[in-house]
């Protein structure tokens, strides 16, 4: 059960040159939210099944077609209320032009109404549905050359919708499952069957590249361009471009990184296998799918001459752009800080002033150094796997200790800090290192406030004529030495000649204050009297004096172990709309005044409510991923302080129910034996349990102060009994009432 819990606890937290740093703005949904991200996943789902049924009279068919209609229905539902999808934005509507070209030149065998989306994503990837939506990630726009490339993409995946290949596949792995061990004596191995579902994947792969390129050859599209796609596809683990990074944007006059955390060359770039003999893979090779596509461009080779740009070369040009602007921040929001460096180091080169790649490089900064400094977190890098020149940073960030991680942090983040005194966002992070260097280091007295002594001025000058080098032994004895002190001394003087100034001073001596508050507050924790305290808060409750919150996406998921599927996803939508019910009027019973927001709840002119719940949850996800390190602001904070001041508070809930129906165990069948054979009178009580259902309901109530990150967790409670309308009534009303009442003065 505990496992089950557990994962369930995942699903929860599961351009054209840019002329001004103040031209970039993260990509964002707009306009009209279209309608499968607001449906009823439920009744998507039911049109599905009626229209399977007419497709086929095969009992075990029709079944195989409804698991498939209810997985990818709500799945997909999910990905769409994620936040991680666009619409109506600036690639997307491109990429709905370039389609369109497509469609015109070549519409599809059948009908079929085809959606396509850009997603927030690093991956290099591109897939579609049986529903007809395609998604392009921004990964993948990020790495093409030209809008020929990006054509011919959609056009394989067009061939998937038309042939409907999802769900071929689907049905035929299907009828593989069914298959296992029931073949005559054997006769058809698991190996074997593994061939046959490889096969069949292989065909649909070739057979979507010839659909595709017979579109792109019937449009007006220059074909010879597209063997590059399997380029792009060999390399896609590597970064857009591969580049030095120039480590100057990390140092300063006295501030020099070691030679001995850079490293003399970096791993040559390979590209991933491509063997010519994939009859065991379950995906087609590149290099066999890039030589049927030659094969049929020879027979092209005198086709009039087409263009790579169709569209718009400049709208190409700039939606690639924007797609790798995209990437750093991606990067950084799942923890990849060596990628969101390297990427934001290689737009640096074009935009040097771009304050928003700095700012990401100084985010990426901290977060390691956070990380690195938590007694709960081993930084486990991969340096030897990774190729080119993105190499340096992943080495730099694995081989650099914790101290080092701190000082290089915070004096990128200082450095901003005096360029831009004004913006909060930094001057929140340079808070906090200060506080970081004081309570996980504890040398202040350690910096150095004078300049590193340079190697010419340690020999005297007179020394010429007494040594034939015109040097000393003892003169390069203590050259050797102090070159040895000052390679590993070197962080000491990141603030030389800047220990003394007055705002340096300011922020070291509130450090020093906050971290001998930090100890005391300690020490009194881990007291008998704080205990105590604690113990008393937990049984009577908080009193936080909050007048009003906003709860955000009220999370419902409703389990269960006996069935094959364990998510139950028409119970699972039910329970989060009267969850939506029940917390509404226990807010008005307890006083507290809440805000709902939910994306299932949005009309379709409410794109800008459907961009706040996206960072808000990003937010939340963030703060969930570190919940272990001392306070740390959001990679979007300033977006989030602005939806905080929208809202009238700083105060939102994240709160959920995750309801789960268990399977009797071996064990509990064996105890009706057993209590009849020991102890005959016990025999009604194990009937009694081997027929009572089992179930176990989790509750979570956890409030964030989004301004400061600041947590309560107001209740966290298990029941063993299932989610009635009485229990989580009163578990609602408990939080709320807790989140609502003042202190006692």
């Known amino acids: 059960m505990k496992t089950v819990f557990c994962i ?108 396509i989306y850009a997603l927030r994503s690093s991956a290099v990837n591109a897939f579609a549905t049986e529903r007809g939506e395609i998604f392009v990630t921004l990964g993948l726009i990020a790495q093409l050359e030209n809008e020929a490339q990006l054509a011919y993409i959609i056009a394989h995946e067009l061939a998937h919708v038309e042939k409907k290949h999802v769900i071929n596949f689907y049905l035929e792995a299907e009828k593989l499952e069914r298959s296992k061990g029931r073949s005559v004596l054997g006769r058809a191995t698991t190996d074997e069957n593994m061939l046959r579902m490889a096969t069949y994947s292989k065909e649909h792969e070739h057979e979507a590249d010839r659909l595709g390129l017979e579109r792109i050859l019937a449009s007006p599209y220059r074909a010879a361009t597209l063997p590059v796609v399997f380029d792009v596809l060999r390399y896609s683990y590597l970064p857009f471009d591969d580049l030095p990074f120039d480590r100057a944007w990390l140092q300063s006059e006295h501030y020099r990184l070691p030679d001995a955390l850079w490293l003399e060359a970096v791993k040559p770039i390979e590209g991933e296998a491509d063997e010519e003999d994939d009859s065991r893979n379950s995906h087609p090779g590149l290099q066999s799918r890039r030589q049927a596509m030659l094969h049929t461009l020879a027979n092209h080779a005198h086709a009039p001459e087409k263009t790579d740009y169709a569209v718009s070369a400049q709208r190409f040009q700039r939606v690639r752009t924007l797609a790798r602007y995209e990437l750093p921040m991606l990067y950084l929001h799942t923890d990849q800080h060596a990628n969101a460096i390297y990427t934001a180091g290689l737009l640096l080169q074009e935009q040097p002033d771009n304050l928003a790649l700095k700012k990401c490089i100084a985010k990426a900064l901290y977060l390691h150094a956070k990380l690195r400094n938590s007694k709960n977190y081993e930084y486990k890098g991969n340096y030897q796997e990774v190729e080119g020149q993105s190499q340096q940073l992943h080495y730099l960030l694995e081989k650099i200790p914790d101290v080092e991680a701190t000082v290089l942090a915070w004096h990128f983040v200082w450095s901003l800090h005096r360029a831009y005194p004004a913006d909060t966002e930094i001057t929140t992070l340079a808070n906090d290192l200060f506080f970081e260097f004081a309570r996980e280091h504890n040398s202040f007295a350690e910096l150095r406030n004078d300049l590193p002594l340079a190697l010419a001025d340690i020999a005297p000058a007179d020394t010429a004529q007494y040594a034939p080098e015109g040097r000393s032994k003892y003169d390069r004895i203590r050259e050797q030495k102090t070159s040895a002190d000052a390679h590993a001394d070197y962080w000491r003087y990141a603030f030389s000649g800047q220990l003394n100034d007055e705002a340096f001073v300011k922020y070291r001596e509130s450090a020093e204050k906050r971290r001998d508050q930090w100890k005391e507050n300690e020490r009194y924790t881990n007291s008998e009297k704080g205990k105590k305290e604690f113990r008393r808060n937990r049984k009577q409750g908080l009193s936080l004096g909050i007048s009003k919150v906003v709860v955000i996406n009220p999370f419902y998921l409703k389990l269960d172990e006996r069935k ?91 709160t959920g129910i995750i309801s789960l129906r268990e399977k009797h165990t071996a064990a509990d069948l064996a105890y009706l034996p057993l209590s009849l054979l020991l102890f005959p009178p016990a025999a009604p009580l194990a009937i009694h349990n081997l027929v009572k259902p089992k179930h176990e309901m989790l509750l979570f109530s956890i409030l964030y102060d989004v301004r400061t990150g600041r947590r309560q967790i107001v209740k966290f409670d298990t029941f063993n009994q299932r989610d009635s309308d009485a229990v989580v009534k009163a578990h609602l009303y408990d939080a709320f009432t807790q989140i609502g009442t003042k202190a006692r003065q």
């Open 8 to 115: 369930a606890w995942c699903f929860l937290f599961q351009v054209f040159a840019l002329h001004a740093q103040s031209d970039y703005a993260p990509l964002e949904c707009q306009g009209t939210i279209p309608k499968e991200f607001i449906s009823s996943s439920t009744s998507k789902y039911r049109a599905s099944v009626k229209n399977a049924s007419r497709q086929t009279q095969k009992q075990q068919e029709a079944k195989a077609r409804s698991r498939f209609a209810l997985e990818s229905n709500f799945n997909l539902d999910n990905l769409l209320r994620s936040g991680r999808v666009l619409f109506n934005d600036e690639v997307s509507n491109y990429l709905a032009d370039v389609t369109h070209l497509l469609l015109d030149v070549q519409p599809l065998s059948r009908k079929q109404d085809i959606r």
């Open 564 to 654: 094959g599927e364990a998510v139950q996803y028409i119970d699972t939508e039910k329970g989060r709309e009267h969850l939506h019910s029940l917390i509404k009027s226990v807010s008005t019973v307890s006083g507290l005044k809440t805000t709902l927001l939910d994306v299932h709840d949005l009309k379709e002119n409410q794109s800008e409510t459907f961009n706040d719940i996206r960072y808000l949850n990003e937010w939340f996800s963030e703060q969930a991923r570190h919940f272990d390190l001392s306070l740390t602001p959001g990679n979007e904070q300033e977006r989030i302080d602005a939806i905080a001041e929208k809202y009238g508070t700083d105060y939102f809930l994240w």
